[in-house]
């Protein structure tokens, strides 16, 4: 079992929190779980309604759609994050391929976290608004 | 001078702003400043940075992407909205074609409204996240 400390680290590392403040993964890492989960478990189901976020802390999963796999990735991967914000169905299958140890967070708790700290919605909204421009910029040059 | 209503009507067509309510919008409403640029004038400039943006109220402006012409946008149209949330790069330049009435609002007001209406943040993240979504879906399938 990795400590707070440890999860807090991990988190700094993900690309996706980089601009977050210590204070500010400390809390998100308090709203999450951590769970370990064998080989052939489903993290994501691929057309079901989802509403948790996850952080691969060790272990590999693969990513696969419509039954093809389109990757495998391991620690420090973020998955299903986007359901952490609004209702959607999942657009891919997650498996775990080996054992897995994750940080599970769902929506509800997410949601009560932005709420109480304004200050981490609008770097959340900074992240996804130059991720939305990147894709803009892919899609219309 | 437009009435507050009326800016709160187009704030509340600009599809980053959906599912905000009459209240939250009054307050980005009351964020911004009204400015009158002449027709010429060079409302955002691709490839700057800027940390505003434009709701037209009144006149005709141009958009226009590496010199080519785009789009002509009139009353309700927003222009850098993205640029309340980040500050990367304008991705297209916008004339004024007439003499334009313009709502201003700058990132730094409008990160203080969303400090203050902490569920208006949360909404924005939604809208965002949806959007990230579609475009992901549209060119990974």
Not at chain 1, 124 to 138: C, P, V
Not at chain 2, 61 to 74: H, M, N, Q
Not at chain 2, 105 to 129: C, G, H, S, W, Y
Request: a positive charge.
């Amino acid at each position: 079992m990795a400590g707070r400390k440890d999860h807090i680290a991990r988190l700094a590392a993900v690309p996706m929190f980089s601009s977050f403040t210590k204070k500010d993964l400390t809390a998100i890492s308090k709203a999450a779980d951590e769970v370990t989960r064998p080989a052939g478990h489903v993290l994501i189901k691929e057309g079901t309604e989802g509403y948790e976020g996850f952080v691969v802390l060790d272990g590999t999963v693969t990513v696969t759609r419509k039954g093809k796999k389109l990757a495998t990735l391991g620690a420090g991967e973020v998955l299903g994050e986007l359901s952490l914000l609004e209702s959607s169905l999942r657009s891919a299958t997650v498996t775990c391929e080996t054992e897995c140890t994750v940080l599970v967070m769902d929506r509800q708790r997410f949601k009560q976290l932005l709420l109480e700290t304004p200050s981490l919605s609008i770097t959340f909204l900074e992240e996804l608004a130059g991720r939305l421009r990147s894709l803009d910029r892919t899609a219309f040059g | 001078m437009a009435s507050k209503q009326t800016k709160v009507q187009h704030l509340a067509g600009i599809s980053l702003f959906e599912g905000c309510s009459k209240k939250e919008l009054e307050k980005v409403a009351s964020a911004g400043d009204e400015i009158l640029m002449t027709a010429g004038s060079v409302i955002v400039d691709q490839g700057q940075t800027g940390r505003e943006a434009f709701v037209v109220l009144s006149g005709k402006v141009e958009v226009t992407r590496s010199k080519r012409k785009v789009a002509d946008l009139g009353p309700g149209a927003v222009v850098g909205e993205l640029s309340l949330l980040d500050h990367g790069p304008r991705t297209a330049t916008v004339t004024c074609v007439t003499d334009c009435e313009l709502l201003v609002i700058d990132q730094r007001n409008f990160r203080a409204v969303l400090q203050e209406v902490p569920t208006m943040a949360v909404k924005l993240l939604a809208t965002i996240a949806g959007r990230i979504r579609d475009l992901d879906k549209k060119y990974y399938g």
